[in-house]
């Protein structure tokens, strides 16, 4: 017992404790949960953008990846920010500090026309960054139907 009384008064001194106390230890975790579960939303790309699913394999994420979303309404945005495309270059510049071999995330909602999307890759190309990956949803391999011909077919009155 932490700090107990001693039935024994043979003396003035209490008892050592050799207990830890983790009262202190569990408060100090709650709050650092707290502000991890506070601080990683705010980490995050916040631009949204319907995405077409994938079955690669996921490569490695830098640490701080550069992401150009194309939306659906075909504007720009560098990170969280809306550009122009006349300005896509300079800004690019400005966030990779001018390192061309940076590699640029570009994501595009799948509503988006093709050509649009080769359109901002050669904007892309002629800003000098050749190292493009594409982002897209991660999904599972489709299993085929097992007889799409059957479930075609009108189903007629019984007899």
Partial sequence: MAGGIRENSSGDDLA???EI???PFI???LVLLIIFMVAAPLSTVDV???LPASTAKPAERPDE???VTLKEDMSLALGNDTVARETLST???RMTEGNKDARIFLRADKTVDYGQ???VMNLLRDAGYLKIA???LEAVAAVPAPDAAAATEPVGPAP
């Fill in 16 to 18: 050592e404790n050799h």
């Fill in 21 to 23: 106390n983790v009262t």
């Fill in 27 to 29: 408060d100090v975790m």
């Fill in 48 to 50: 949204n953008v319907d």
């Fill in 65 to 67: 990846p550069v992401y």
């Fill in 91 to 93: 800004s690019l510049d």
């Fill in 117 to 119: 999307f080769m359109e």
């Fill in 134 to 136: 594409l982002v897209g």
